[in-house]
């Protein structure tokens, strides 16, 4: 995958222009990995396309209703997705452990 660089001597300037890197992908990267439904023998649920993330949830959704958890579990899902590194999770590793 590729990396994030900044132009040279940009650094320091600007951070809204310029995210940290660690969370930012080119576009083309960005734009090509989905957030996907799994569904394996011991795992059902999201994960990316491009790589072996899947989210797990850290506890029940809350809210004072469904509508409100709701909302609360697909914005933790999609934060979660938006952030991960596919770097971070190698296809294969995850996913073998998921099929077992």
Same mark, same amino acid.
């Given at each position: 995958?590729? *990396?994030? +660089? +900044?132009?040279? %001597? ?8 310029? $995210?940290? $890197? ?9 734009? /090509? +990995? #989905?957030?996907? @439904?799994? =569904? ?5 649920? !999201? ?5 072996? @993330?899947?989210? /797990? $949830? *850290? %506890?029940?959704?809350?809210?004072? *209703? ?6 609360? !579990? ?5 934060? =979660?997705?938006? *952030? ?5 999770? $190698? /296809? %294969?590793?995850?996913? /073998? #452990?998921?099929?077992?």
């Amino acid at each position: 995958m590729e *990396s994030f +660089r +900044r132009p040279q %001597g940009d650094e320091g300037k600007n951070d809204r222009k310029h $995210p940290h $890197p660690q969370f930012c992908l080119p576009p083309i990267v960005a734009a /090509k +990995r #989905k957030l996907i @439904w799994i =569904e394996k023998s011991r795992f059902r649920g !999201f994960g990316c396309s491009d790589c072996a @993330w899947v989210f /797990k $949830p *850290s %506890g029940a959704p809350k809210g004072d *209703s469904f509508d409100e958890m709701m909302q609360n !579990f697909e914005r933790q899902r999609d934060d =979660e997705f938006t *952030s991960h590194i596919c770097a971070e999770y $190698p /296809k %294969g590793q995850e996913r /073998k #452990k998921l099929n077992h």
